[in-house]
């Protein structure tokens, strides 16, 4: 590791000053991702300003009904916290899903939305990487690409976000509170991360210098429903193959559907769908959600919005599987989110018995 | 725990390292005081065939603390080079990608680091293969495999036989490449003082260790000292020195004496430490429509590295385990230029139960008999391969009582028919074997002491499996006295010779020369001795291996849950019965077999060595993308064994279990597997994707 400098900041403006005066510089909070990227050669700052002990902690109600969390709120802490378990049951779930309990106590919010990509080139400084080493190439392309992406990429990049945390921001339409040299803005998450186009080196809209402080939940609506489904290679301690975050309210049942015959499937007043482990960023699925709102919660009206989503999809050799997993995902949290019975593959319909797998 | 009883093993005796290991006082390799250390870290190779060119060494010779950066160029020449893994730094060729090419000996573990970052080297890159392929071009077929057997077997006219079988199975099983990963990695600390080497590290073999060093060095034997009391695992990785106890005993010749410290780093582990081959297995079976088998071959294809051979037993298994006239097993290795591959927890009856075990259950569907029943059909009254009789072959009360106790009489025969709140849900068998090896150059040494113990000595070496443990019921047994009367000194070559901590053999070894020395202390000394009285006895050749074909044996049975949804699969039940000969301590014992299992379970599920031929290079090198399982991935697991002693197992009557957990957990899983879901998968892992409909 290459020697470097460490300074704790007082406040929030001298943290952005020192950070913003020196290009070598970069915010140390929990240091789960940067401290090990400094060990294996992929960051090598000059200076670490550390935040960690800002009074950037807080979870504090907006008054509009929605969340503030600060910036270097543990996740444990915002997994863990009533409101966030209450109202936002998405978050708490998808925070839990990530890392183990040792690294949720010490990685912040904003470091979280920060975390780069697992690429496992990405993380070998033997290799090329245009995110690592703009213009040298990207291993992965014609590599091992089990985990990486079937939406977004680009030629020079296909790696994948990690954070589990974004993914259920994106689809709670969070925003990104943040503080630079010439003053105060605020993003939406989902414009926050990038997509890689030819400039994969750049993960997120930051500017050198500029600080997350928090990041603000809006309210959701009564009797929005939401869950967060991870689908990985073990039970737990594993990035997502893939994810999906939804959030999602139905209508209200109508008079009409009191008669004799049988009920009618409620109707989707309002839904939003990101998905993980399948983009350079949390990818919100705008098309599925289209294709979904106001329609009656039928598997089969699951299954074609996602597939609306999925046929913009470009998978590699290794993560094919990806596009039927994710399909299949979505259609499983829709199901339980609107209380669908499993239309099909339940006990009554056996898979067939002797069939071939290469 | 006080036991006043001479007859000691058997008893479910506290480790007796436990409170030294929780109190974090018993020294593993790195943590041995060392006086003004320096510490190496290494440049690796980043091409995986050619020769260096030119190394440029100056920016990390002029940083603070470092000491010294050996490279081919100036580091001191090994007195026999000819083994091309150990000889580090003897020359400009490159044999795999990750080879050590240079070496930053620094004060500081971060500076040793930071300048070896900063040394440039120049290769002239020449080209590779590092993927295993069936139809690798150059296939050959080595003298002899692992363990010493022959290559190829054959009985009968197998081709003949599968012509006429009334059902045959024809299918093709891969395993990975697998990486042993222990907990603490391959460490060593060197010291010259002289013309004497001291070495800590973290090895399965103290003795064998200083063996493999001392002509490489140009010393005796006795010029050397190994020191290991305490291992944090190796599964068969750290029973032979690797290529880093050779580069840090070299650059302790360079540091004036100084102590060199080196722990690999988990990344280099994947380079540096061995591996299990990737295998490519053939198995044809053939037998009559109620399911008994007239033809078995096993035919593997596996790797090797270019610059030393390695062969994998892995069609071993399919010699002995089930009776068949007509009989062929075949080995053939592709020499690539990759790291070297070597012993990973049971060489051989592993990758190839896998093969076995998985065709065993499509001929059990294929005859539409029960999987249980199909191996009952099957069991040889003889060793097939020798004729010998076993010794003690007891699969079949295994298979029994596995079943009786897991409750296969519920499992539903036909595949992907049950649904448990959205997880396809079945259970599979396998069967489980394991040789016992028994290694007679061991010596054990008992002296009385002033204050009235029996210190008992032998080079031996505990990786955490708890030999000190076991070792001390068997002096305290075989001396009629109590365990607490016994003081155990093992893992340092000063003590009189041990074999290695592998091939489940080490207890009955180690054990039955402390059994040789306890009847000579007794014989010399009687049963009153006084200060000082010292005895040595020898573990001697079992004269039962001449007659007798000696095995363990095993069933392993798994409940797999796949989610009909996403794919994902977890396994929620395992448990496995063993026929292993006397157990020492059952508590020990246990977590032995329960390793196996868990590590059984990570090979189905998990484990998978990724090379990309591009670079020569596995590309997951590093716990994120190696997944083993994790806490949650084991649920319940129960290990079970059948009470016996083996008379002709030697003195000890124990066969050994550090291995045989392991074989066959795989082939259990994919075959539960199948029974959930109606899909056969064929190649490990088992993951999500190959399930997904």
């Known amino acids: 590791m290459k020697p470097f400098d460490y300074a704790r900041a007082a406040s929030p403006p001298e943290a952005v000053a020192a950070v913003a005066g020196n290009p070598a510089a970069a915010f140390l909070a929990g240091g789960t991702n940067l401290v090990d990227h400094m060990k294996l050669g992929i960051a090598a700052p000059e200076q670490l300003v550390d935040i960690s002990h800002l009074p950037l902690d807080k979870i504090e109600g907006t008054d509009d009904g929605g969340l503030r969390l600060g910036a270097t709120v543990p996740n444990s802490d915002l997994a863990a916290h009533p409101l966030v378990r209450q109202r936002y049951p998405v978050l708490s779930q998808a925070l839990l899903s990530g890392a183990s309990g040792q690294l949720r106590n010490a990685a912040t919010t904003g470091g979280n939305l920060l975390q780069r990509t697992r690429c496992i080139y990405f993380q070998d400084v033997t290799t090329p990487c245009n995110k690592r080493n703009p213009g040298s190439g990207c291993s992965a392309l014609e590599g091992y690409t089990r985990y990486h992406a079937i939406l977004g990429a680009s030629m020079d990049c296909v790696a994948v976000h990690p954070s589990d945390m974004a993914v259920a921001m994106a689809a709670l339409n969070a925003r990104v509170e943040i503080l630079g040299p010439s003053g105060d803005r605020s993003v939406g998450l989902h414009s926050f991360h990038r997509l890689p186009q030819d400039q994969p080196q750049r993960d997120t809209v930051l500017e050198h210098g500029e600080l997350i402080t928090a990041v603000v939940l809006p309210p959701l609506p009564e009797g929005t429903r939401s869950a967060y489904r991870k689908v990985r290679d073990r039970a737990s301690y594993a990035f997502a193959l893939v994810s999906v975050a939804a959030v999602l309210r139905l209508e209200e049942p109508t008079e009409t559907d009191d008669g004799d015959g049988p009920a009618s499937p409620p109707k989707i007043a309002e839904v939003r769908l990101a998905l993980g482990g399948v983009a350079h960023k949390p990818w919100r699925a705008t098309f599925a959600e289209e294709a979904l709102r106001g329609q009656p919660a039928t598997e089969e009206k699951f299954r074609r919005a996602i597939d609306a989503e999925l046929q913009h999809a470009v998978p590699l050799p290794d993560n094919a599987f990806k596009v039927t997993m994710v399909r299949n995902t979505v259609v499983s949290v829709l199901r339980e989110l609107c209380g669908v019975d499993q239309s099909s593959g339940g006990a009554g319909t056996p898979a067939s018995g002797g069939e071939d797998r290469p | ?693």
């Not at chain 2, 800590?200 to 290991?228: C, G, Y």
């Not at chain 2, 001929?363 to 003690?392: H, M, Q, W, Y």
């Not at chain 2, 014989?523 to 001697?540: L, V």
């Not at chain 2, 329960?594 to 591009?614: K, N, P």
């Open chain 2, 1 to 693: 725990m006080r036991v006043q009883q001479p007859a000691a093993t058997g008893l479910d005796l506290e480790r007796v390292d436990g409170r030294a290991k929780v109190l974090g006082l018993a020294p593993y390799a790195y943590e041995h005081p060392a006086e003004n250390p320096t510490y190496l870290y290494p440049v690796q190779s980043t091409i995986a065939r050619g020769r260096i060119t030119a190394i440029d060494t100056a920016a990390a010779e002029t940083m603070d603390g470092v000491v010294a950066v050996l490279t081919h160029l100036n580091a001191p020449r090994l007195a026999d080079a000819a083994d091309k893994e150990l000889a580090v730094l003897q020359s400009d060729e490159v044999g795999f990608r990750g080879q050590f090419v240079a070496a930053v000996v620094a004060d500081s573990p971060e500076a040793a680091r930071e300048a070896a970052a900063r040394v440039r080297v120049q290769y002239h890159q020449e080209p590779h293969h590092a993927a295993l392929r069936a139809d690798h071009e150059d296939l050959y077929k080595p003298e002899q495999i692992n363990a010493g057997l022959e290559t190829d077997t054959q009985a009968g006219d197998p081709d003949a036989a599968l012509a006429s079988a009334a059902v045959v199975v024809d299918r093709t099983y891969t395993t990975p490449a697998e990486h042993n990963n222990p907990m603490e990695p391959h460490t060593t600390v060197a010291q010259w003082e002289g013309d004497r080497l001291l070495v800590f590290d973290s090895t399965q073999a103290v003795h064998n260790a200083r063996k493999t060093l001392a002509p490489l060095f140009d010393v005796e034997v006795e010029q050397i000292r190994v020191v290991a009391p305490h291992v944090g695992g190796g599964f068969g990785s750290k029973g032979l020195p690797h290529a880093h106890v050779v580069l840090t005993a070299l650059a302790a010749k360079v540091t004036g004496g100084r102590p060199v410290k080196y722990a690999l780093t988990r990344q280099q582990m994947f380079f540096l430490a061995g591996y299990r081959t990737p295998t490519i297995q053939r198995l044809q079976l053939g037998a009559s429509p109620d399911g008994r088998i007239s033809v078995l071959t096993h035919d593997v294809v596996e790797q090797t590295s270019a610059i030393k051979e390695f062969a994998e037993q892995t069609a071993g298994i399919s010699r002995m385990m089930y009776s068949a006239d007509h009989r062929r097993t075949t080995h053939r290795l592709a020499s690539l230029d990759v790291p070297v591959p070597s012993w990973m927890r049971a060489p051989g009856e592993c990758p190839g139960s896998f093969g076995l075990e998985v065709a065993m259950d499509e001929l059990a569907e294929a005859c539409g008999i029960d999987p249980i029943e199909l191996r009952v059909r099957n069991e040889p009254a003889i060793d097939p391969e020798t004729g010998k009789p076993f010794a003690s072959r007891h699969l079949l009360a295994c298979l029994r009582e596995g079943a009786r106790r897991f409750g296969w009489e519920r499992r539903n025969a036909q595949p992907g028919t049950v649904l448990v709140d959205g997880w396809r849900t079945g259970i599979g068998v396998a069967a489980s074997t394991y040789p016992a090896r028994r290694q007679p150059a061991n010596t054990a040494r008992i002296r009385f002491t002033a204050d009235g113990f029996y210190e008992v000595q032998i080079g031996a070496v505990d990786l955490g499996t708890g030999a000190w443990t076991a070792l001390t019921q068997i002096a305290a047994e075989a001396l009629e006295c109590g365990p607490e009367q016994v003081r155990l000194q093992i893992g340092d070559t000063d003590l009189p010779v041990a074999t290695v901590a592998g091939g489940s053999s080490g207890t009955a070894s180690w054990g039955s020369a402390i059994i040789g020395a306890a009847q000579m202390f007794r014989k010399e000394h009687g049963g009153f001795p006084s200060a000082g009285d010292t005895s040595e006895g020898d573990g001697e050749r079992n004269p039962a291996g001449k007659n007798y074909a000696l095995h363990s044996f095993g069933a392993q049975f798994a409940e797999v849950q796949v989610h009909a949804d996403t794919g994902e699969i977890r396994v929620s039940r395992m448990l496995g019965v063993y026929s292993a000969g006397r157990i020492i301590n059952p508590r020990t014992a246990r977590s032995q077999f329960l390793g196996g299992m868990t590590m059984g379970i990570g090979m189905a599920l998990h484990e998978q060595s990724v090379m990309d031929e591009r670079f020569g290079m596995i590309v997951n090198h590093d716990f994120a993308d190696y997944h083993v399982p994790s806490n949650a991935d084991i649920r319940q697991l129960e290990a079970f064994w059948l009470e016996e002693v083996d008379e002709h197992a030697g003195p000890l009557g124990a066969r050994g279990i550090g291995e045989i957990g392991i074989v066959g957990a795989a082939a259990a899983v994919a075959n539960a597997a199948y029974n959930a879901t109606g899909i056969r998968v064929r190649d490990l892992p088992l993951t999500a994707d190959k399930f997904l409909t």
